[in-house]
C-alpha cells in the first residue's frame, strides 16, 4: 500500500509539474555561467578581458549542469527542468519517510496511510511546491537538501556518527545549493558541539566526530575560491537583494501567504500546541533535573533544527522583506508544514476521525484559496 501511495504521488508530481512547467529568465543566468564554462572560460558573465563576477546564487546548480553537459551533451536549458523534477520527487519521498516514521499515538498510528495520503495530497496541490519542481532554478535541489537535513537531524537516531556525517554532509549541499545555507552550517557545528561535549570523555567518539566534520573544509575551500576569483565573500545577488532589513514588504508577503494557502489551519493547530505546552511546562521541569540533563536532551537537539528552519523563515520575512516570485523563499516550507501538521493533530490527541477531517478541510479550503493565477 505504501509503495502504491508513493507510485500515485509520483504521478501526480508529474503531471503537475509538467502543468505548471516554465523556465524563469533568471536561470539564463546561470545557463550563461554554464556556457562560458564549457567555451572554456571558466564560470564568468563575459570572457576575458573583463573581470569576472559572481551573478550566479547557486555554485552546485551551475556546476551540476555544467558537468550535465560535458558528460551528456544535454544543454542546461533542457536539463534544468529535468534535474529539478528528479529533485522534487525525491523531497516527496522524504517528506513520506517522515510520515511513515514520525511515532504517533495509537488513535493515529492505525490510520498512518490516510494520514500520509492526505499530506501527499496537500503538498501536490500546492501551487508553490508544483512552481520550483520546475524553473530552472536552483529551489528544488536546495528544497531537498534542506528536507533531507531536518529528516537526518530529527527522524535518525541522534548523536551517532551516521546521524553527525550525514547532517554535515547535507549542510555542505546545503551552502553550496544557496549562501543562506551558512545557517544550516552553523546549526550543525552547535549539534556537533553539543555531541562533542556530552561525550567529552570519549576519545573515541570525538576522534570519529572530528573525521564526520572534515566534509565542512568544502565550504572554507569554496568561500576562499570565491573570494580569489570573484573578490568577495557573497555572491552579487546578495547585494542586490539587500539594502537594510525591510520587515514592512516581508510581513505583507507573509500574510498574502497564509491567506493564499489557508494557513492559519496550521496556526491554530500550533497555537493550541503552545497553550498545552505551557501548561505542561512545569511538569516538564520539574523531570528536568539539572541543567546539565536539560542541555543534552533531545528537547533541544530537537529545538535546534527547528528553530534553524524557522530563523532561515525569518531571515527572508523581516530582513530580505519576501521574494518576487511564486513564495519561493518559502517554498521549502510547504512538505514541512504538512508533516509537522500531522504532527501536532498527534500531540494534541486528535481522534483518527478529527484528525482526518480537520487534515481534509485544510486542504479542502487551500485549494480553494489555491486557484490559478495568470
Not at 576575458?48 to 536549458?77: C, H, K, M, N, Q
Not at 551517532?160 to 554535515?168: A, G, S
Request: hydrophobic share 60%; aromatic share 18%; with cysteine.
Amino acid at each position: 500500500m505504501v509503495l502504491l501511495i508513493l507510485f500515485l504521488a509520483g504521478v501526480g508530481l508529474y503531471w503537475g509539474w509538467r502543468t505548471v512547467w516554465f523556465l524563469t529568465d533568471d536561470a539564463y543566468i546561470a545557463f550563461r555561467y554554464v556556457s562560458n564554462s564549457y567555451l572554456g572560460f571558466g564560470y564568468t558573465w563575459n570572457p576575458p578581458p573583463f573581470r569576472p563576477v559572481e551573478g550566479y546564487t547557486s555554485f552546485l546548480w551551475v556546476a551540476l549542469l555544467d558537468g550535465i553537459w560535458r558528460l551528456t551533451g544535454i544543454e542546461p536549458p533542457v536539463a534544468a527542468n529535468v534535474v529539478a523534477f528528479v529533485f522534487a520527487l525525491g523531497t516527496t519521498v522524504l517528506g513520506a519517510a517522515m510520515l511513515l516514521l514520525m511515532p504517533l499515538r495509537p488513535a493515529l498510528k492505525k490510520i498512518r496511510l490516510p494520514l500520509l495520503a492526505l499530506v501527499l495530497l496537500a503538498v501536490l496541490s500546492n501551487r508553490t511546491y508544483l512552481a520550483w519542481a520546475s524553473s530552472g532554478l536552483e529551489m528544488a535541489m536546495f528544497n531537498f537538501f534542506v528536507t533531507a537535513w531536518v529528516f537526518c537531524g530529527l527522524f535518525l537516531p541522534q548523536k551517532t556518527m551516521r546521524w553527525l556525517l550525514l547532517l554535515v554532509i547535507t549542510a555542505v549541499f546545503i551552502i553550496l545549493s544557496r549562501p543562506d545555507g551558512l545557517m544550516f552550517v552553523a546549526a550543525t557545528l552547535v549539534l556537533a558541539g553539543l555531541s562533542f561535549a556530552e561525550q567529552v570523555k570519549d576519545k573515541r567518539f570525538q576522534a570519529r566526530a572530528l573525521l564526520a566534520l572534515l566534509p565542512l573544509l568544502i565550504v572554507v575551500v569554496h568561500f576562499l575560491w570565491r573570494k580569489q576569483k570573484y573578490g568577495a565573500w557573497l555572491p552579487n545577488t546578495y547585494a542586490a537583494k539587500y539594502v537594510a532589513a525591510w520587515p514592512e514588504s516581508g510581513l505583507r508577503y507573509l500574510f498574502s501567504f497564509v491567506v493564499e494557502y489557508a494557513l492559519w489551519f496550521w496556526l491554530i493547530l500550533a497555537v493550541l500546541f503552545l497553550v498545552q505546552a505551557l501548561r505542561t511546562g512545569r511538569t516538564h521541569w520539574q523531570v528536568v533535573s539539572d541543567y546539565q540533563t536539560f542541555i543534552f536532551s533531545r528537547f533541544v537537539m530537537d529545538s535546534v533544527i527547528v528553530g534553524t528552519v524557522l530563523a532561515h523563515f525569518a531571515y527572508y520575512t523581516l530582513i530580505i522583506g519576501g521574494d518576487h516570485f511564486e513564495y519561493r523563499v518559502y517554498s521549502q516550507l510547504i512538505l514541512l508544514i504538512f508533516v509537522s501538521a500531522v504532527w501536532l493533530l498527534n500531540r494534541l490527541s486528535f481522534h483518527a476521525v478529527g484528525a482526518v477531517m480537520y487534515l481534509g478541510l485544510f486542504i479542502l479550503v487551500q485549494c480553494g484559496a489555491n486557484g490559478p493565477t495568470d
